[in-house]
């Protein structure tokens, strides 16, 4: 795994790397190149001058050897450009750390000002909206109530009591519409990226909650 804090070293190993591959695969290539090469002088110098080589296999085999031969060099361009990508997104991510991010998910965790911060999307407007904090053992601690709430993406805080653990809080959000039909609620957990890291090509976050989370998962930015 590659992470930024080290992303000097990192690259400097990536790129030696990348070279020796390079270097083995085009050395591999050319000498099985030249071992055709040589093969193909010496059928023709030892043909029977009156049962000579078809010229159409020659020509066939000549056309194999330069197929493998690119396919070689564009597996070699495709290493490479799969490297410096996965560099570029590391240089991206840099920037997100100290951030807010949002993504599904129905944890809740406690900042540094004591609350807690989370959000659910609505597939449909709500007459009503009863979010219910449970702890770690699923237990109702609090339920917070909204109401006349539009679609789409909605955020809520809660402040745990004195004495309050607030080890594995959870939350639960049931929605409402105007005809008493049951609105699809998906929650939303948020988290601070404390670092990024790339791994097989993937970046990803590293969230003071949640540990490693692939940036793919993530909805927003903040």
Same mark, same amino acid.
């Given at each position: 795994?590659?992470?930024?804090? %080290?992303?000097?070293?990192?690259?400097?190993?990536?790129? $030696?790397?990348?070279?020796? #591959?390079?270097?083995?695969?085009?050395?591999?290539? $050319?000498?099985?190149?030249?071992?055709? =090469?040589?093969?193909?002088?010496?059928?023709?110098?030892?043909?029977?001058?009156?049962?000579?080589?078809? %010229?159409?296999? /020659?020509?066939?085999? *000549?056309?194999? /050897?330069? #197929? !493998?031969?690119?396919?070689?060099?564009?597996?070699?361009? *495709?290493?490479?450009?799969?490297? %410096?990508? $996965?560099?570029?997104? *590391?240089?991206?991510?840099?920037?997100?750390?100290?951030?807010? !991010? !949002?993504?599904?998910?129905?944890? &809740?965790?406690?900042?540094?000002?004591?609350?807690?911060?989370a959000g659910y999307n609505l597939a449909g407007a709500a007459t009503t909206v009863q979010i219910d904090? =449970?702890?770690?053992?699923? %237990?109702? &601690?609090?339920? /917070?109530?909204?109401?006349?709430?539009? +679609?789409?993406?909605?955020?809520?805080?809660?402040?745990p009591p004195s004495g309050t653990s607030t080890n594995g809080l959870t939350f639960k959000v049931t +929605? $409402?519409?105007?005809?008493?039909? +049951? /609105?699809?609620?998906?929650?939303?957990?948020?988290?601070?990226?404390? +670092?990024?890291?790339a791994s097989n090509g993937t970046l990803n976050l590293e969230l003071r909650n949640a540990g490693t989370?692939?940036?793919?998962?993530?909805?927003?930015?903040?």
């Open positions: 795994m590659t992470t930024v804090t %080290n992303n000097t070293a990192t690259s400097s190993t990536s790129s $030696t790397s990348s070279s020796t #591959t390079s270097t083995t695969g085009a050395n591999s290539m $050319t000498e099985a190149s030249d071992r055709f =090469l040589k093969l193909l002088v010496t059928q023709m110098q030892n043909q029977d001058p009156l049962n000579p080589a078809d %010229n159409s296999q /020659i020509t066939s085999q *000549m056309a194999q /050897i330069n #197929t !493998v031969t690119g396919i070689d060099k564009l597996n070699t361009t *495709m290493t490479s450009f799969s490297t %410096n990508m $996965t560099q570029m997104q *590391m240089l991206q991510g840099a920037s997100l750390v100290g951030h807010q !991010v !949002v993504m599904n998910g129905n944890q &809740l965790f406690v900042g540094s000002d004591g609350k807690t911060s904090i =449970l702890d770690a053992a699923g %237990n109702k &601690l609090d339920t /917070i109530s909204q109401s006349g709430v539009a +679609a789409g993406d909605q955020g809520f805080q809660w402040t +929605a $409402t519409g105007g005809n008493g039909k +049951a /609105i699809t609620a998906t929650p939303l957990m948020s988290d601070l990226v404390d +670092a990024v890291s989370t692939a940036y793919s998962k993530i909805k927003s930015v903040s």
